[in-house]
């Protein structure tokens, strides 16, 4: 986490207007209550077009198999330092398929041992769009597996994960209660 406290509060049930408890109900309900949500119920109709366009990456319409849409997500938000990114997509990550062995082999991008190759590649091509904002012409060819559904799918959602972790460690969004803290990315 980069700073200990938000910087923006979460709102309370108190807080929430009528358009923001209407962008929150489209939520699950264990879901209503995340830090995440409720911090950018401060503008509902920028939570609305949000979750819209995150239920779109996150669903299976997203051509990316959910495993390897956790893997980008995954390092996008460690190569963000996004803690509350991190910590709430290893959960998701677990349930896609990530091993433990796999989630700790993230952190060290494309060049950790056991990778298969279109592993590596996205976990190049994730390197690359987070500091360059561009595929190189070697991981655009490496990523041919994907298909070019595949590859435009993998911008978008490094994309959006690179703008959910710029809101979530510039407006000091703190971890749930059922979040676990990682060292490597506290502050």
């Known amino acids: 986490m980069r700073l200990p406290a938000p910087r923006i509060a979460p709102l309370t049930d108190a807080e ?3 358009e923001a408890q209407a962008a929150l109900a489209s939520l699950p309900a264990f879901a209503q209550a995340y830090n995440i949500f409720r911090t950018q119920a401060h503008k509902p109709a920028a939570l609305k077009a949000f979750l819209a366009w995150g239920n779109y990456i996150l669903s299976p319409a997203n051509s990316l198999p959910a495993r390897t849409r956790e893997l980008a997500i995954l390092r996008t938000g460690f190569l963000c330092k996004a803690g509350y990114e991190w910590a709430q997509h290893v959960l998701i990550g677990r349930q896609a398929g990530l091993t433990g062995d796999e989630i ?6 494309a060049q950790a041992p056991g990778w298969s190759a279109i592993d590596a590649a996205i976990l190049a091509a994730c390197d690359e769009l987070v500091r360059s904002h561009f595929i190189s012409d070697k991981t655009w060819a490496a990523l041919a597996p994907l298909g070019d559904e595949g590859r435009i799918d993998l911008v978008y959602t490094v994309g959006q994960y690179t703008q959910v972790s710029m809101l979530l460690n510039s407006a000091g969004v703190q971890l749930d209660a ?7 990315l506290t502050a």
């Open 104 to 109: 700790a082999a993230i952190k060290q991008g």
């Open 16 to 18: 929430l207007g009528p």
């Open 178 to 184: 059922v979040l676990t803290a990682d060292p490597d």
